[in-house]
């Protein structure tokens, strides 16, 4: 009976533990498909123009539109039912505070009718405003507005979430040029990510270093009985492992350039709120020195006054 009931107990244990590792595995594939598709946006943008067009763009939306649908509550109507909500609800209460927000403005666009396409325009006037970044730390620290709107679980609710708002940084270093009228703010359809572009093999250094050793020792088990002829296939395989070195040399300087990149922009960032700080804090400055020179006029008056009520009493 006890090895039944411990049994049970596991079983229940194991029945609790699936969905809970199939969330953290979910929440880990769309942060991790995120950074690559910000990595590709960032290596296209060298060599032309991001708009509509352009497919890696279009995967980062739906990548990041489902990122900020991930386990979002639906609305509970009058009668007690649940309907489905879009990502915008939330973004248009927590992005208030934005300073020079765009709220407002997409709410009065006249072409954009539905929350889903109003969340898609969204997304493409913060990047060519360079904010998307500032709209994602600003919603994610209202954090009342965030546990209102996600079930526990969610992306923007977990550790995921400052990844993202840093992950997003990079972008600001991107000149888009987008049309806020075109198919891509289409309401009707879900963002479907389309993982083929990173679903990519490369093979290691120490299993390319092994393929050799191994192709080494076929070549010279064989040669006692090959003739000069057959002297090519070394000369090749030294040419691919060539290639393979160079290829992992430019990978290695493509991520340096990116992190130089990353870095200059944070820097920037950094510096431009050291100089609000400074700016706010000279004000504030300004305002005491205000407040005490008002303080002591006041002062004055009120003891000239007192002396006048003396003199005539």
């Not at 765009?102 to 709410?107: G, V």
């Not at 009065?108 to 969204?122: D, Q």
Request: glycine share 6%.
């Amino acid at each position: 009976m006890a090895s039944l009931g411990l049994g049970g107990l596991n079983v229940s244990a194991r029945r609790k533990s699936v969905p809970s590792r199939n969330a953290a595995v979910e929440r880990r594939n769309l942060i991790t498909v995120c950074r690559f598709s910000v990595k590709t946006l960032i290596d296209r943008s060298c060599f032309e123009t991001i708009d509509d067009s352009s497919p890696e763009f279009n995967n980062f939306a739906a990548i990041l539109e489902q990122i900020l649908s991930h386990r979002l509550k639906g609305q509970i109507t009058w009668f007690g039912y649940e309907s489905p909500r879009s990502f915008w609800d939330y973004i248009r209460v927590a992005c208030r505070k934005v300073s020079h927000n765009c709220i407002c403005s997409i709410e009065n666009m006249e072409n954009v009718s539905s929350s889903r396409a109003k969340g898609r325009a969204w997304i493409r006037v913060a990047l060519m405003e360079k904010h998307l970044s500032e709209y994602i730390s600003t919603a994610l620290r209202d954090f009342k507005t965030t546990r209102r709107f996600y079930e526990d679980g969610a992306i923007v609710l977990g550790e995921e979430a400052n990844m993202l708002a840093g992950m997003l940084l990079g972008l600001n270093a991107i000149d888009f040029s987008f049309c806020l009228k075109g198919e891509g703010l289409d309401g009707n359809f879900p963002a479907v990510i389309d993982y083929t572009p990173y679903l990519k093999f490369t093979q290691s250094s120490d299993s390319i270093s092994s393929d050799e050793e191994e192709l080494r020792t076929l070549g010279s088990s064989g040669s006692e009985g090959s003739t000069p002829e057959n002297i090519g296939p070394p000369f090749i395989l030294d040419e691919n492992s060539w290639y393979n070195k160079c290829k992992r040399v430019e990978q290695k300087y493509r991520l340096a350039l990116e992190q130089k990149g990353y870095l200059e922009e944070l820097v920037r960032l950094r510096e431009n709120q050291l100089s609000e700080s400074v700016s706010q804090n000279k004000l504030l400055l300004q305002r005491i020195e205000d407040m005490d020179l008002a303080h002591k006029m006041e002062k004055e008056q009120l003891e000239y006054i007192i002396v006048e009520l003396q003199d005539q009493l």
